[in-house]
């Protein structure tokens, strides 16, 4: 636990996950339960100039249990996943820092919603669904605090910060349309509904 009084310099880092999702023309037949859904899931920095690759050791997804590979880990730049699928499910990621002091991950509880239709228009992809999670580093080495700052963190310039000093994940509960994920996913060519 940090003692308040002892801080000298707080940094944060604000990532988002985001994920985009397509219905497909027709379900998968070759799985026990055909797949309805093209999705992308994805973890990048906030600030756009940041590069995770200085800061992030590895990163892990933890899909649903009826994946194959549930867990899915990556250990550069970009962090993402294509898949399909029938339904939505929570996705725990871990974000394991290139540091030896604490904190040294970061956990990021993501809800992975599919949805069924837009606008009546069943093959169209659904916008862009982004959160912010922020993690902050009280009084942070000389090495991790450049790291911080390469990957996109701040100084800090409030103390009324909360203390995630803990490794569980501060989500800004405000959902934001953004551009697809670097890098898009490919075009999908899809029949226009009669």
């Known amino acids: 636990m940090t003692d308040r009084d002892d801080i000298n310099e707080i940094l944060e880092i604000d990532f988002e996950v985001g994920h985009v999702s397509i219905i497909r023309p027709e379900p998968t037949t070759i799985h026990n339960l055909p ?3 093209d ?8 600030n756009v100039h940041g590069d995770l690759n200085c800061l992030i050791q590895r990163c ?3 899909l649903h249990p009826e994946f194959p590979d549930s867990k899915r880990e990556f250990k550069s730049t970009p962090f993402y996943i294509k898949e ?3 339904a939505g499910f ?6 394991f820092f290139k540091t030896r002091k604490d904190p040294k991950k970061f956990r990021i509880e993501y809800d992975l919603d599919l949805h069924t239709n837009v606008d009546g228009h069943p093959y169209r992809q659904k916008e862009s669904y982004v959160r912010k999670y922020r993690c902050t580093f009280y009084n ?3 090495e991790l605090r450049q790291k911080i700052l390469a990957a996109g963190g701040k100084i800090s310039d409030n103390g009324s910060i909360s203390n995630n000093a803990n490794g569980e994940s501060d989500a800004e509960q405000e959902p934001t349309s953004t ?6 996913p490919e ?7 009669p």
């Open 179 to 184: 551009p697809p994920p670097p890098p898009a």
């Open 39 to 46: 999705w992308t899931v994805y973890l990048r920095s906030a």
């Open 187 to 193: 075009p999908v060519s899809r029949p226009s509904p």
């Open 84 to 86: 399909t699928g029938y």
């Open 140 to 142: 942070p080495d000389p």
């Open 90 to 95: 929570h996705l725990p990621i871990e974000i």
């Open 35 to 37: 797949r309805t859904h």
């Open 60 to 62: 892990i997804f933890h």
